[in-house]
């Protein structure tokens, strides 16, 4: 499925669109949401480590939400 929302990172604004995967298991659910963001969308530098290692201009966020019934 699709999660669509408003995503602040660094002060900025951006409606995106999560993929998530939802799994049932007896009275648990669990769901896994990842999206794939670019730092310049948001105004953030990627970042650097003492000027030899670099990454790309993405970054992928996931979360995960398990409940219970009780």
């Keep these: ?11 900025v604004q951006r409606e995106v669109t999560w993929e998530a995967e939802a799994f049932r ?9 990842t999206i794939t963001v670019s730092f310049q969308d948001f105004d953030i530098t990627p970042p650097t480590f003492a000027g030899f290692v670099s990454v790309d201009d993405e970054a992928t966020l996931q979360v995960q939400l398990i409940a219970q019934a009780v």
């Design 1 to 11: 499925m699709q999660l669509t929302g408003t995503l602040d990172l660094h002060g």
């Design 25 to 33: 298991e007896g009275n648990v659910i669990s769901v896994l949401a």
